[in-house]
């Protein structure tokens, strides 16, 4: 029973150090809001752009740019207020694969504005492509 409790704990340790997990949310992220008609080639372009940026220093180019963004905060700000709540916020950056379902993100008891928004994903995009 130790030995696999073992090798358990080596294998999550092997996820978290090298962010696997970060990375599949993200592919998944990307395959679900392109829809590409050949998904497996998608990915494997994803993965080779990633590669590319790595090995010559250039930023990797993120799928979702700035009108992606605005749009899907209209998209959650239906009655126009100009913020979203909490919620709405970390459903959308879970969705992104920009967050994970256990992460505490705190909350300091406003609505998060565009600017915010817009602010944090592209924070968080840059902290996941830059660890790999």
């Known amino acids: 029973m130790e030995a696999n409790s073992s090798r358990e704990l080596?294998?999550?340790n092997y996820l978290e150090k090298h962010q696997i997990m970060e990375l599949l949310n993200f592919l998944t992220s990307a395959l679900l809001f392109f829809?590409?008609?050949?998904p497996r080639e998608y990915l494997i372009?994803?993965?080779?752009r990633l590669r590319?940026?790595?090995?010559?220093g250039v930023a990797f180019p993120f799928f979702m740019d700035n009108s992606n963004i605005v749009a899907m905060f209209e998209?959650?700000?239906?009655?126009?207020?100009?913020?979203?709540?909490?919620i709405q916020y970390k459903e959308a950056l879970k969705t992104l694969g920009l967050c994970t379902a256990d992460e505490v993100l705190k909350d300091d008891g406003h609505g998060i504005t565009l600017e915010k928004f817009r602010r944090e994903v592209n924070k968080r995009t840059q902290e996941i492509w830059s660890a790999f």
């Open 35 to 38: 829809r590409p008609e050949k």
């Open 10 to 12: 080596e294998a999550r």
């Open 75 to 86: 998209m959650m700000d239906s009655s126009n207020k100009g913020i979203i709540s909490f």
């Open 45 to 48: 372009s994803i993965l080779e």
């Open 52 to 56: 590319i940026a790595k090995l010559t």
